[in-house]
């Protein structure tokens, strides 16, 4: 923490800035001018608006207002150096090659914030940051003996990182600021001074004795020492079907007209028919179906799956309040069938990630048998979301997991297990975003097949 998001990164920005210990460009010319910088900054502050609060505080305007600088805190600045700044710098340098240098150390840096770490991504750290070292030196020190101040030892310090990895592990095992925080977890169970650390033996102790009665009893929530971290909200809605997710208020005060509905109704169509037992299903056998079922729309969801516990809101109910972070554009998965324009082929399935705007989320309880549809228990519920899918255009930053749109295209209607994880977007050019993605790869869909198409399903981790 202190040796890339206090130093190394903070480093970057005076240079790039010109406020780096009075040291001019030298023979390169690396430096923003001041009305770029701003409007990077003024960028920097708006994006807060697009990014969901999940992600983090807001980050200031890295520019100021002209009479004092901005407070960064060490969030805030790994946040703009992962996910603003490789959007907001493009295009930005006066030479291509600054921008590449900066985006290979965010690629060096989202390795080693990986949860595993390979031998092969060991390798690539070690010759990654070598060779971004001597770049540096290239294009910063300019091997100039005036400019040594260039090369603090914080920059020396990026070739023990691939070595420190392999000693001990990832770095999120030792880093420091989890270290700080576990430190002032246990500072209160010191309660003698002459013996302080038999206090802190014993408070160590005693709380993985209780953690470990916690995991065998299965007892975690009847034993917690600490209050729920999100207490249950009146008028949410859960189910054993959907493990996954709560639906949380608003909730759509009448029941939608059947009219607006078009788009689920082919979606159920495709849910239920099953070629391979004979079950064909038409719209209007669905919409008969509709009529004697319980539909209601809601305005948000929460992925109660992860400790993130994603919020994504529906943009079609409710009102947002104008200093609110829109917290509507989410990732979900598909299985698209690549031969789907060859009428006549096998369908041919592929995983694919999608980007949209969720629209509506559909809440369906069926409270009979509907042999007509195959459903044969008593009572069966059913949770869709409509999302309007981003048109990803084929603009990227190498080695980074960024994707570009500019328009917004058709509205898919999907199990709401297909939906992942809440996702921010940044301004990029005149009418384009970026869509930034913290979720990483272990939030991904795995599909689970059975022995033919047919049986296709989509479970989600």
């Given at each position: ?79 703009w150096a992962l996910y603003l700044g490789p959007v907001l710098l493009k295009n930005r340098f006066t ?53 040594l101040p260039a090369c603090p030892l914080t920059v020396h310090a990026l070739l023990h990182i691939a ?39 014993r408070h160590v102790i005693e709380d993985a004795r209780l953690t470990q009665i916690k995991l065998f ?245």
């Amino acid at each position: 923490m202190h040796l890339i998001w206090e130093n190394l990164i903070k480093n970057l920005i005076k240079l790039w800035t010109g406020d780096y210990k009075d040291m001019d460009e030298g023979a390169e010319e690396y430096r923003f001018e001041k009305s770029i910088w701003q409007a990077i900054g003024e960028a920097t502050f708006k994006s807060g608006s697009t990014i969901p609060s999940a992600y983090g505080t807001r980050v200031p305007n890295l520019a100021g207002d002209g009479t004092h600088k901005p407070y960064l805190s060490a969030e805030m600045l790994s946040f703009w150096a992962l996910y603003l700044g490789p959007v907001l710098l493009k295009n930005r340098f006066t030479k291509p090659r600054y921008y590449m240098h900066f985006i290979r150390l965010v690629r060096l840096l989202n390795i080693c914030l990986q949860f595993e770490i390979s031998s092969n991504d060991l390798d690539e750290l070690r010759n990654g940051f070598i060779s971004w070292v001597k770049d540096y030196e290239r294009l910063y020190y300019q091997y100039n003996p005036e400019r040594l101040p260039a090369c603090p030892l914080t920059v020396h310090a990026l070739l023990h990182i691939a070595p420190s990895i392999e000693a001990s592990g990832p770095v999120w095992c030792y880093w420091a600021f989890p270290m700080e925080r576990y430190c002032g977890t246990i500072q209160p169970a010191i309660r003698s001074r002459r013996f302080p650390f038999a206090s802190l033996a014993r408070h160590v102790i005693e709380d993985a004795r209780l953690t470990q009665i916690k995991l065998f009893y299965d007892v975690v929530q009847e034993l917690s020492l600490s209050p729920p971290r999100l207490l249950p909200i009146t008028g949410s809605f859960t189910h054993p079907s959907y493990p996954s997710c709560q639906l949380l208020p608003p909730k759509g005060p009448e029941r939608p007209g059947m009219s607006t509905l078009t788009l689920l109704i082919g979606a159920l169509v495709t849910c239920f028919s099953n070629p391979g037992i004979g079950l064909i299903v038409t719209p209007g056998i669905v919409k008969q179906c509709l009529y004697t079922a319980d539909v209601s729309i809601w305005g948000k969801v929460r992925r109660i799956d992860s400790e993130e516990e994603d919020t994504m809101r529906g943009a079609g109910l409710g009102t947002i309040q104008e200093d609110s972070r829109d917290a509507s554009f989410v990732r979900y998965e598909l299985l698209v069938d690549q031969l789907a324009s060859q009428i006549s082929a096998n369908p041919d399935f592929e995983p694919e990630t999608c980007f949209g705007q969720l629209q509506h989320i559909y809440l369906i309880c069926f409270n009979k048998p509907y042999p007509e549809l195959g459903l044969y228990q008593s009572s069966t519920t059913i949770i869709m979301a409509s999302i309007k899918k981003c048109n990803l255009t084929n603009e990227s930053i190498p080695g980074l997991d960024i994707h570009f749109y500019s328009r917004m295209g058709a509205t898919d209607v999907i199990d709401i297990r297909s939906v992942q994880c809440v996702v921010g977007r940044v301004p990029y050019g005149q009418n384009g975003w970026a869509i930034i993605d913290r979720s990483g790869t272990l939030a991904r869909a795995e599909f689970l097949g059975g022995n033919n198409d047919e049986d296709i399903d989509n479970e989600d981790i």
